[in-house]
């Protein structure tokens, strides 16, 4: 599915250049001391945001930062966003987000002028968020998020948030199709450790199957901290290395303090950023879907209302791999040939081995996660090296699944 979507006059999508968002803090308590604006310089700043390449404007009353301190109040909140808006509105040419959990606050912004709700806690700070969001019938920014913001650890946990909070919009009569999604990088809570967030960067592309705008958020965030050991004032180029990743894998929106630092690299990732394939013709569509991990289909699937229990049997059918296997005997590639076939995969060996001219050979097994299952659960009760070889195939497929054999090394 093409993601094409007009977000208050701003088309926005994989046709469509990927938009800047430009941060404005009105909060002393932000982890980005540089930030940090006040009214007198307000105008100034979001002018030369614009200037600079932005289209959105997110504007924050309240540190969303997890340590920030003092915690201020609702009425504070309004008392700091209310005159900044007013001052924008009808002097500034950009869509006004308001990045705010409480619908108290959400709503009034939205009276004030704001065109867009930023909730990084995705409406479960304040669930009546999602009644002023079906009430304006304004695009939402939501964070994946479960109890609190960015909770999820892990790109299961938050593709499963995700698909929850579109569940839970939806049933609220919510336009979903007017959602940005945010997969909440940074540390949010304590236990989120970098590697949960290189993962996401990395595996970015899987927030495709939603068929929604993506959001990235990664601009000085701890995650660079982690890599290059610098404070929030040093990590500029960091936080571009990783915007142009999230660019290259998809990301439609990126949330940034460097606005014009980061235009040239929006600029230059996008356009090495391959094309999704589509065809349309009136109300027919076909398009071309990339599953990379297994839960992707099924999320995928469900959004197309098939059952439950039909993506679960079926999701292993749609990511194949290809396994090099090294060095073994020509008959146990043979029979390893042998029992992919049997399974509707396939496999390659050196033209000698087939004739028995060779005694050792490498072999190429192709097939999907379900049939290499399959495969190993065979070939486990098989003779010669073959229950080895059949764990040291499971094992390596279990590590490209693997977060920690993934990500985890020394910083």
């Given at each position: 599915?093409?993601?094409?979507?007009?977000?208050?006059?701003?088309?926005?999508?994989?046709?469509?250049?990927?938009?800047?968002?430009?941060?404005?803090?009105?909060?002393?308590?932000?982890?980005?001391?540089?930030?940090?604006?006040?009214?007198?310089?307000?105008?100034?700043?979001?002018?030369?945001?614009?200037?600079?390449?932005?289209?959105?404007?997110?504007?924050?009353?309240?540190?969303?930062?997890?340590?920030?301190?003092?915690?201020?109040?609702?009425?504070?909140?309004?008392?700091?966003?209310?005159?900044?808006?007013?001052?924008?509105?009808?002097?500034?040419?950009?869509?006004?987000?308001?990045?705010?959990?409480?619908?108290?606050?959400?709503?009034?912004?939205?009276?004030?002028?704001?065109?867009?709700?930023?909730?990084?806690?995705?409406?479960?700070?304040?669930?009546?968020?999602?009644?002023?969001?079906?009430?304006?019938?304004?695009?939402?920014?939501?964070?994946?998020?479960?109890?609190?913001?960015?909770?999820?650890?892990?790109?299961?946990?938050?593709?499963?948030?995700?698909?929850?909070?579109?569940?839970?919009?939806?049933?609220?009569?919510?336009?979903?199709?007017?959602?940005?999604?945010?997969?909440?990088?940074?540390?949010?809570?304590?236990?989120?450790?970098?590697?949960?967030?290189?993962?996401?960067?990395?595996?970015?592309?899987?927030?495709?199957?939603?068929?929604?705008?993506?959001?990235?958020?990664?601009?000085?965030?701890?995650?660079?901290?982690?890599?290059?050991?610098?404070?929030?004032?040093?990590?500029?180029?960091?936080?571009?290395?990783?915007?142009?990743?999230?660019?290259?894998?998809?990301?439609?929106?990126?949330?940034?303090?460097?606005v014009a630092e980061t235009k040239d690299v929006v600029e230059v990732a996008a356009a090495m950023?391959?094309?999704?394939?589509?065809?349309?013709?009136?109300?027919?569509?076909?398009?071309?879907?990339?599953?990379?991990?297994?839960?992707?289909?099924?999320?995928?699937?469900?959004?197309?209302?098939?059952?439950?229990?039909?993506?679960?049997?079926?999701?292993?059918?749609?990511?194949?791999?290809?396994?090099?296997?090294?060095?073994?005997?020509?008959?146990?590639?043979?029979?390893?040939?042998?029992?992919?076939?049997?399974?509707?995969?396939?496999?390659?060996?050196?033209?000698?081995?087939?004739?028995?001219?060779?005694?050792?050979?490498?072999?190429?097994?192709?097939?999907?996660?379900?049939?290499?299952?399959?495969?190993?659960?065979?070939?486990?009760?098989?003779?010669?090296?073959?229950?080895?070889?059949?764990?040291?195939?499971?094992?390596?497929?279990?590590?490209?699944?693997?977060?920690?054999?993934?990500?985890?090394?020394?910083?």
């Open positions: 599915m093409v993601v094409d979507v007009d977000i208050c006059g701003l088309k926005v999508g994989d046709e469509h250049p990927v938009r800047l968002m430009g941060i404005i803090n009105l909060s002393k308590e932000s982890f980005y001391k540089g930030s940090v604006v006040s009214n007198d310089s307000l105008l100034d700043v979001a002018q030369k945001m614009i200037n600079d390449g932005a289209t959105i404007l997110d504007i924050g009353a309240r540190s969303t930062w997890p340590l920030a301190n003092p915690v201020i109040s609702e009425e504070e909140e309004l008392n700091r966003m209310i005159p900044a808006l007013d001052l924008l509105n009808e002097n500034v040419d950009a869509l006004i987000s308001v990045d705010t959990v409480y619908a108290s606050v959400a709503k009034e912004s939205l009276k004030h002028g704001a065109d867009i709700i930023n909730d990084v806690s995705g409406f479960t700070t304040n669930p009546e968020m999602m009644d002023v969001v079906a009430e304006y019938d304004c695009p939402a920014v939501v964070m994946a998020s479960e109890k609190v913001p960015g909770d999820p650890i892990g790109m299961d946990a938050i593709m499963q948030s995700l698909a929850d909070i579109i569940s839970r919009a939806d049933a609220k009569d919510i336009d979903t199709n007017k959602l940005i999604l945010d997969p909440a990088v940074g540390k949010w809570i304590p236990e989120k450790d970098p590697i949960f967030d290189f993962e996401t960067i990395d595996q970015f592309e899987s927030l495709r199957v939603f068929g929604r705008p993506l959001l990235a958020a990664v601009s000085r965030k701890s995650c660079i901290d982690a890599v290059l050991h610098k404070p929030a004032k040093e990590r500029l180029y960091g936080s571009l290395a990783a915007t142009a990743i999230v660019i290259h894998k998809g990301a439609h929106i990126v949330r940034t303090h460097d950023r391959k094309r999704q394939p589509f065809v349309k013709e009136g109300d027919f569509e076909v398009t071309i879907s990339d599953i990379t991990h297994p839960d992707d289909a099924e999320y995928l699937m469900r959004s197309m209302k098939v059952t439950g229990t039909g993506a679960k049997v079926m999701k292993n059918k749609t990511v194949s791999k290809v396994v090099r296997v090294n060095n073994i005997t020509t008959t146990e590639a043979l029979i390893i040939k042998q029992e992919i076939l049997a399974r509707g995969g396939d496999a390659a060996l050196e033209r000698d081995a087939v004739s028995h001219e060779t005694n050792k050979t490498d072999v190429l097994i192709i097939g999907t996660i379900l049939q290499f299952e399959k495969l190993v659960h065979k070939l486990s009760f098989q003779a010669r090296n073959l229950p080895l070889i059949a764990e040291m195939i499971a094992e390596v497929l279990e590590n490209d699944m693997d977060v920690e054999h993934g990500y985890l090394r020394e910083l």
